[in-house]
C-alpha cells in the first residue's frame, strides 16, 4: 500500500500580527485583495468611532417649544374663550344700558314724569352701571354727581347722553384693561341715577 501522503498546512508568511494575535488580512478597516496582506490604507480624515463628540442630549417633553402640555393648551383656550365672553357681555352692558338711557329721557319729555316701569328702567339701569364699572376696576367710591341739574328734565337728558359715552368707552376699551375714563362716566352715570331715583321718591 502506498502511504498518505501528508500534506503541510498552508501557512500565510504575513500571518499573524505582533500584537493582535490576527491574521493581517482580517484587521479591521483592512482589505483583503488577494494578493496580499497589506490592509487598504484608511483615508486621512477617518475619526474612530470612539474620538467622535458625544451627540446633542434628547430635549425634554418640556423642554420644547414643540413638545406643549396638552392640558395647559386646553385650560389657555378656555380662559381665552370666557375673556372673550366677559368682555362681549360688558359691551352688551354698555349698549343695553345706553338704550335704557334713551327711552328713559323719550319717555319723561313725553309724560313730564316717570311711570312705574320708567322706574324699573333706571333700576336696571343703575345696576348695569354698577357691573360695567366694577368690569373696568372701580369701585363704590365717589359715586355722588357733584353738580346735579337742578331741573329732573335736565338730569334726564345729561343721563342719556352720558349712557352714550360710556358705551362708546366701553367700546374702544381693550380687554382686560383698567380705564380711567370708563369708571369715570360710569360713576357720574350712577350719581346721576341716584338723584333721579331720589327726585322720585319725594
Not at 143 to 156: C, G, M
Request: glycine letters at 4%.
Amino acid at each position: 500500500m502506498y502511504a498518505r501522503s501528508q500534506r503541510r498546512p498552508f501557512i500565510h508568511t504575513a500571518a499573524r500580527g505582533a500584537s493582535s494575535g490576527s491574521p493581517a488580512w482580517v484587521k479591521p478597516w483592512g482589505k483583503y485583495d488577494g494578493t496580499t496582506a497589506t490592509p487598504t490604507a484608511i483615508p486621512a480624515s477617518f475619526t474612530p468611532s470612539s474620538q467622535l463628540p458625544d451627540p446633542a442630549p434628547t430635549p425634554e417633553k418640556g423642554d420644547h417649544p414643540d413638545f406643549g402640555d396638552p392640558v395647559n393648551e386646553i385650560k389657555t383656550k378656555l380662559l381665552i374663550r370666557e375673556d372673550k365672553k366677559q368682555y362681549e357681555e360688558n359691551l352688551a352692558r354698555a349698549k343695553e344700558a345706553d338704550d335704557l338711557a334713551a327711552e328713559l329721557c323719550t319717555s319723561y319729555e313725553a309724560k313730564r314724569t316717570f311711570t312705574y316701569e320708567d322706574e324699573k328702567k333706571l333700576e336696571r339701569l343703575e345696576k348695569l352701571t354698577k357691573r360695567i364699572r366694577n368690569e373696568a376696576g372701580g369701585s363704590d367710591k365717589n359715586t355722588d354727581e357733584n353738580d346735579p341739574p337742578n331741573i329732573v328734565e335736565n338730569a334726564v337728558k345729561k343721563v342719556a347722553e352720558t349712557a352714550d359715552v360710556l358705551r362708546k368707552e366701553v367700546e374702544k376699551t381693550p380687554r382686560r384693561v383698567v380705564s380711567a375714563a370708563v369708571i369715570d362716566q360710569a360713576n357720574k352715570l350712577i350719581g346721576l341715577i341716584q338723584y333721579l331715583r331720589n327726585q322720585g321718591r319725594r
